[in-house]
């Protein structure tokens, strides 16, 4: 078994942010829904960077840190689409290399 990445209060401070986030959607535009998803990864990523193998580590300081923010989604919708693209390619990439599977398998 791998080790824990997360301590229970990394954990549950996440959790809050993710549950108050949650409620805080219903009274605010749509469009808000991605950032706040974004923000907690960024949450996620900061709690576990020293804690992951180096691959992961590599996309946490790269690709993930590569996501424009409120202005640029405000500004060009599409171009900040084409990097959120990006950055599931990326993450899409890791897991595939992380749990050693065959793309061509399925």
Not at 1 to 20: G, I, K, Q, R, Y
Not at 33 to 46: F, I, Y
């Amino acid at each position: 078994m791998a080790a824990m990445v997360l301590s229970e209060d990394e954990a549950l401070e996440l959790l809050a942010f993710l549950v108050t986030a949650a409620r805080t959607q219903v009274d605010e535009a749509a469009e808000y829904g991605s950032l706040r998803l974004l923000t907690a990864a960024g949450r996620l990523a900061d709690a576990i960077v020293d804690r992951v193998s180096p691959d992961t580590r590599a996309f946490l300081t790269g690709p993930l840190k590569q996501v424009p923010d409120l202005a640029v989604r405000s500004a060009d919708p599409a171009g900040y689409a084409a990097s959120l693209d990006a950055v599931c390619r990326a993450v899409g990439q890791l897991l595939v290399d992380h749990f050693g599977l065959d793309r061509r398998a399925t």
